[in-house]
């Protein structure tokens, strides 16, 4: 299993843009936001929770379906199948690997985005704590959605329309949680929320995604 | 007796492909499936594999048991060959790789990136994997595909090997390997091309 | 008595629903004809509400088909996975575009209701937002059964985005109250009934309300019907293709 996880990773710095390209896109979107809704640096302040985590959820959703397809495509996934490994674990550890190569990079380089949009200072650490906390989820659900379409020629459109619901309590809690941080309520309800999301997720979710590559597979 | 199918039905989507065989392979046996293009050789490889699950009959053999080879390699580009290798014995437990990388010459490639071999290349490199795989029953999809003359005669040295060390072998090909002690199996007279019994819509008409 | 689960046989579903779908059909006629003249025109007006509280008798029902259309997807989708009984798989997929129109007349309804009571077509309130939620959520799982080839894949696939998508349903319910506490008024039915609806008011409701409900099921055994001889007419090409 963490010879699955050590592959997954060589495989996403060779291939490139495993790491830079949600980077990038997270980037983009964030600065993209001020010529939509203008510059006074009031109004982003104010719009900065929601904006970071909108950016950061997109930016996972990019590299969704990438998680099974080329496994799919050159016949890995067969033989994987056909191996000692449970689909459970793979699902698990792609989850991992997407997290570690998307997730992590952007809880990284939010606080530099946080700044751009102007996000007030007690609100950088929950920020953080909550991508942390959150960003697991948004991998765990991915790869679920990534195992349902796997079979589906050119299923990244249906994926983001079966994943982007899934999203809907993790991103409230998450953006919640940074919001109220940056004006000094409480956040640790919202944060342990999402803590929570991401716990569930994970104990589920791989066990979800294996039944539909099993179904796929046949 | 490493494999045995008693009474197999096979189906793939909603179609079943075959119905009736029986089987059995010995250690130190191999097994030639003979059948013309779309008889259901696939099909009936990836169901002993356990991928599809057959719609009658039974499989008698450890689930642990069989190695599956299908037509597709399985083999990440980005990756080089002794990386490819190691993936795979570190997925059924590490065992040592170099018989494999012997058995099919692959020394003089060991850092070349499967992206940049030839398709016969990349072959010998997912024939190697099941050396690497270390189980018995080897179910092969048509093996020599890509393969030249000289790399043929090397496959059926490793498949003789692997026979003599108590192992057995399903192979699905079309040419003479030239295997001591095979067995050839025509799947025609199992064909039985129709609609899958268990399907509660196909009504019978007329 | 016969098994429950002989109806999960399509041809004994499809003679059993045959005889049950004109009563079904007729039933529903019934209710929402008495229902909504009794509701629309022998109902004095609301003494806050005026007149525009009579959307009540389409907008309530709605909503509550809606959210049960989904439990009964739910449900369908349960047997499909433990018994892997064919019709109940075609009488989930069925229950989709029926329980996602539901839903959108639940919303349209809502905005028409909404302009002249709270001044806004639309607002982020958690109990309209979930509503908007639950339709993506229709539309994903439709999308999904669109997507699959084989039938009975489709039919395994959306089994599990339908229990998976249970839960996060139930979690973004909850995660939308936290959100916002809402402008929306409480719940219409209840059973403490008497705090918040008159009796004039309420017995054309559940009339309404027993109409939208068999309408519901007059309309998905009437496509259930419809997906089982879809199957049998592609097990017929098949055959005939193989033959």
Redesign the interface.
Known sequence: MIGLLKRDLTLAIRAGGGFGLSLAFFLIFTTLVPFGVGPQTAILSDIAPGILWLGALLACLLSLDRIFQLDWEDGTLDLIATSPVPLEGLAAMKALAHWITTGLPLVLVSPVLGLLLNLPGPGYLWLMASLVLGTPALSAIGA?GAA??V??KR?GL?LS??V???Y??TL??GA?TVARGATGQDALT?LI?VGG?TLGSLA??PF?AA??LR??L? | MNLRVTDLACAR???QILAGVSFAVAPGQALILRGPNGAGKTTLLRTLAGLTPPLAGTIEADPDAIAYAAHADGLKSQLTVMENLLFWAGVFGTRDPAPAIAAFHLTPLLDRRAGEMSAGQKRRLSLARLLVTGRPVWCLDEPTVSLDAENVARFAAAVTTHLAAGGSAVIATHIDLGLPDATTLDITPFVA???RTD?????R?G | MASFWEYA???KFMATSAFLLPWTAGIAGLCLVTGLVWGFFFTPDDFRQGSTVKIIYVHVPSAIMAVNAWLMMLVASLIWVIRRH?VSALAAKAAAPVGMVFTVIALATGALWGQPMWGTWWEWDPRLTSFL?LF??Y??YM??WE???????AA??TA??C???S??AI??R???V??NQGLHQGATLSLDREQNIANVFWYPLVITLAGFGFLFLALVLYRTQTE?RA??L???I??ER??
């Not at chain 3, 997507?147 to 894949?153: G, L």
């Open positions: 679920f349902l379409t079979g589906v299923g249906l329309l079966l982007l619901p899934l809907v309590p409230i809690f919640l919202p929320l999301i589920i979710l979800a039944s539909a179904v796929n046949r | 989507g909603p179609a091309k129709r609609i399907d509660p819509f196909a009504e008409m | 046989n399509p041809r064919h939620i993506l959520f539309l994903g999308a999904l997507a699959i080839d084989n039938p009975d894949s395994d696939l599990v985005l229990l998976v998508g839960v996060f979690i973004s909850y995660a939308l936290f959100w089982i199957r049998r592609k097990a017929l098949a055959q193989m033959a």
